[in-house]
């Protein structure tokens, strides 16, 4: 079972154009992730923010949580072409050391 | 350090034969998990080891679906007999350590297409 649901499903932008996605959840959390996926390819991992940080920032990215409204917005600044990939998010329950995935953002950065 | 090592990446087989995958996660990780991704959505559980013991396979479909984990390092993912409702990714993943933050780190993933 998919933990939570992300919006939007697809997005298309230009290149050098900032994209923002985001995930809502439905219980408790010890953390949230946020993992890319080429086409074809593994998933990797970009980011980890803990349920007590509100804001984290690594090179383009920055992720933000609402743990009161149990969402998450990952934004992806000055985008680029090598960023076209499905982003999911996935939150981890620490007591069962699980990690659920949501239904994913497709991004397309068109040149 | 090598990554988490998946084979075969595509297989294609009749409906009603046996399939296997496997997996050998990355060198100290105690943690392996293999996950199920159908077309256009995001991974969901089928079973997670702690070394060589199953501790949540409550996703597996246990009437044709088995996994082991023997000597607690490689692992094996097999399905007997398949449907065509099988046709997807299985990807492996692994973490270092109970207890960790949950980052995991996948293969590249095993695409079963059942005709």
């Known amino acids: 079972s998919q933990q939570g649901e992300e919006d939007p499903q697809a997005l298309s932008i230009q290149e050098g154009e900032n994209a923002t996605m985001n995930c809502s959840y439905k219980?408790?959390?010890?953390?949230l992730q946020w993992y890319r996926q080429n086409s074809g390819r593994g998933l990797v991992h970009l980011i980890l923010?803990?349920?007590?940080?509100r804001e984290k920032h690594s090179g383009r990215l920055r992720v933000t949580l609402d743990t009161s409204k149990k969402s998450s917005s990952l934004l992806i600044t000055a985008s680029r072409a090598a960023d076209t990939a499905s982003y999911f998010c996935?939150?981890?329950?620490?007591?069962?050391?699980?990690?659920?995935f949501g239904t994913g953002t497709q991004l397309k950065v068109e040149l | 350090e090598a990554g988490v090592v998946q084979s075969p990446r595509y297989k294609i087989i009749e409906k009603k034969q046996p399939v296997a995958f496997w997996c050998n996660p990355i060198?100290?990780?105690?943690?392996l998990y293999w996950y199920l991704q159908n077309l256009g959505q995001g991974p969901e559980l089928l079973i997670r080891?702690?070394?060589?013991?199953?501790?949540?396979d409550s996703q597996l479909p246990k009437d044709r679906f088995s996994a082991e984990r023997l000597k607690g390092v490689d692992s094996t993912l097999k399905i007997q007999p398949a449907e065509l409702g099988d046709s997807a990714v299985y990807l492996c993943?692994?973490?270092?350590?109970?207890?960790?933050?949950?980052?995991?780190?996948f293969g590249e993933g095993s695409r079963l297409t059942v005709l």
């Open positions: 996935a939150t981890f329950t620490g007591g069962g050391n699980k990690l659920t």
């Open positions: 060198s100290g990780h105690n943690t």
């Open positions: 993943a692994s973490s270092p350590r109970r207890g960790n933050t949950g980052e995991l780190f």
């Open positions: 080891y702690e070394n060589e013991e199953a501790v949540d």
């Open positions: 219980t408790s959390i010890n953390n």
């Open positions: 923010i803990r349920s007590n940080e």
